[in-house]
């Protein structure tokens, strides 16, 4: 089966999103191929350098792939292409994916991987998509009332064969500390108070190596080595020791056995395996709304302090962190739900067609 998957080409988790659910698909024995759309109106929006491109193509890994202008473009790219399933992970594809659906007549898939007025501002792709996918509840809410019964939710996966520990990390000397996102507004006061927080602590004595990775746009990170945005986090995860994060950010973190420590808009603390037991999925928000504390400073310094003198808890913590990463954050189990969601939407798209028949999905 070959699926085409539409994506932008940005330094954002949807790029990596992408790129990870593709990889794995060449693992489950789907052929996956990444239309980018890429024209003026994208370069212009995304602020890509050369640079940047080469270096996210690069991280690709000879995953199949290619650039369309238009609509039109990207039908006679694909012309020859035999896909079976189109696949778009942005509201800047969903256009060109109802094309590919029509012309082809395949089924038509959209991941959302963002909390909008899906139902108001793309109503057509909404109604037209054979099945949607969430990348969590409070997406899956926002997809709209009349579409749930499409909606399956699909949690973000990690590469756990790539991001991993590396084994030599010492936990010794300096607690190393890092912000890792890429935020704005409300969502970068978890940087802030971070910042804060070591602030408060080197004058009192307290060595720490502070870093941030990505932006935290409208946050004071003042304190904190600022890197902005790097095409490979995977160096400074595996130093480290410890990642302020949410999100995507927050399970590479602990993928790589940092211990977790959820900051958004609020506070959620050390993520711990608890908080996965009974099969519950707790939202890696730091929203309030989500039940997240408000940001305090002291909360902060209390749980860097307790792992600057107990290196012996930061050693457990961060193999705990690892474990939680291997049970809940795994791309692979993340790639097979959305292969069933494939093999859902191959059948009602054929129903559609007024032939009743199920289509192998083995043999596509």
């Known amino acids: ?48 350098t ?73 109503p057509i792709s909404m109604k037209k998509a054979d099945c949607i996918i969430a990348i969590g509840p409070e997406v899956a809410k926002s997809a709209g009332s009349s579409y749930q019964e499409k909606v399956h939710i699909i949690f973000n996966g990690i590469d756990l064969e790539r991001y991993k520990p590396y ?25 802030q108070y971070l910042a804060r927080a070591v602030r408060i602590l080197r ?52 993928a790589c ?8 808009q609020g506070y959620g603390g050390i993520v711990r395996e608890d908080w996965f037991e009974n099969g519950k999925k707790p939202q890696l928000s730091g929203s309030l709304k989500h039940g997240y504390k408000k940001h305090d400073v002291s909360l902060i310094m209390k749980d860097i302090l307790f792992f600057h003198r107990n290196r012996t808890e930061l050693a457990k913590a961060r193999k705990a962190a690892r474990k939680i990463a291997e049970m809940h954050f795994d791309a692979r189990i993340m790639t097979e739900h959305t292969c069933n969601v494939y093999r859902k939407a191959l059948k009602l798209h054929s129903h559609k067609q007024n032939n009743g028949n199920d289509i192998p999905f083995e043999n596509q």
């Not at 790219?77 to 896909?83: E, F, G, L, Q, T």
């Not at 304190?223 to 590479?252: M, S, T």
């Open 1 to 48: 089966m070959k699926v085409l998957l539409l994506s932008i080409i940005a330094k954002c988790g949807v790029f990596t999103h992408v790129r990870e659910l593709s990889l794995y698909l060449q693992k489950l024995g789907i052929k996956p191929v990444i239309g980018f759309i890429h024209n003026e109106r994208t370069i212009s929006k995304f602020k890509l």
């Open 50 to 122: 050369d640079t940047d491109l080469q270096a996210m193509i690069k991280s690709l890994n000879g995953i199949k792939h290619f650039f369309y202008e238009s609509n039109e473009d990207l039908l006679d790219k694909i012309s020859d292409m035999k896909i079976s399933l189109v696949h778009a992970h942005s509201p800047l594809t969903f256009a060109a994916a109802m094309k590919v659906s029509d012309n082809l007549n395949i089924p038509f898939v959209i991941t959302l991987h963002s909390t909008l007025d899906w139902s108001k501002l793309h």
């Open 167 to 191: 084994e030599n990390t010492s936990i010794n000397g300096p607690l190393r500390i890092m912000w890792m996102g890429r935020t704005n507004g409300a969502a970068s006061m978890g940087a």
């Open 203 to 254: 004058k009192k004595g307290i060595p720490v190596e502070a870093k941030i990775i990505g932006y935290a746009v409208g946050a004071d990170v003042g304190g904190l080595k600022n890197y902005n945005w790097v095409h490979d986090p995977l160096p400074y995860l595996q130093r480290n020791h410890i990642v302020f994060a949410r999100g995507r950010a927050l399970r590479e973190a602990m």
């Open 257 to 264: 056995g940092n211990v977790g420590i959820l900051v958004g």
